[in-house]
């Protein structure tokens, strides 16, 4: 991990190196967070997505990958989690052949998370999706 960029209130914010080692640290790193702010009910699920995210990252861009969490409180009770990388380049979902062996990270973000969804940014894209946190 290069390090914590900012770890304040409702937002924590991990920068880490082009290392494949970098998808078990974000998957650590998230459920650590997340039984901080007592949503551990959230952790398996924001972990494997954050693994699918980060591992996309480090197979298609090369530099570092960001990883940012933020609790949103009041009446939304969300959880947004957000993958950076330096590809410009927006990903798409397809639909795999059975017997591909990759090509359905998107698939499971799109088909597990509230709402999801790219943008790009000055450095490269960010990845993003949300999670209902229970009330």
Same mark, same amino acid.
């Given at each position: 991990m290069?390090?914590?960029i ?10 880490f ?9 974000? !998957?650590a790193?998230? +459920?650590?967070?997340l039984r901080?702010?007592? $949503?551990?009910?959230? %952790? *398996?699920?924001?972990?494997? =997505? ?13 530099g570092?990958?960001?990883? !940012?969490?933020?609790? +949103?409180?009041?009446g939304?009770?969300?959880? $947004?989690?957000?993958? %950076? *990388?330096s590809?410009?380049? =927006?990903?798409?979902e ?12 998107l ?14 940014d ?8 949300? =999670?209902?946190?229970?009330?």
């Open positions: 290069i390090g914590v900012d770890t304040e209130g409702d937002c924590a914010e991990w920068t190196p082009a290392d494949p080692g970098a998808v078990r640290t974000a !998957r790193e998230v +459920r650590e967070q901080d702010w007592s $949503l551990e009910s959230l %952790s *398996d699920l924001a972990a494997l =997505l954050v693994s699918e995210l980060v591992t996309n990252a480090l197979r298609h861009a090369t570092p990958v960001g990883l !940012r969490l933020i609790r +949103r409180g009041g939304s009770g969300m959880l $947004l989690v957000e993958v %950076s *990388d590809l410009p380049d =927006l990903p798409t397809r639909a795999p052949d059975p017997e591909d062996e990759s090509g359905r990270g698939l499971l973000v799109a088909s597990s998370a509230d709402r999801w969804g790219t943008r790009p000055d450095s490269g894209k960010t990845v993003w999706f949300e =999670l209902a946190v229970p009330g």
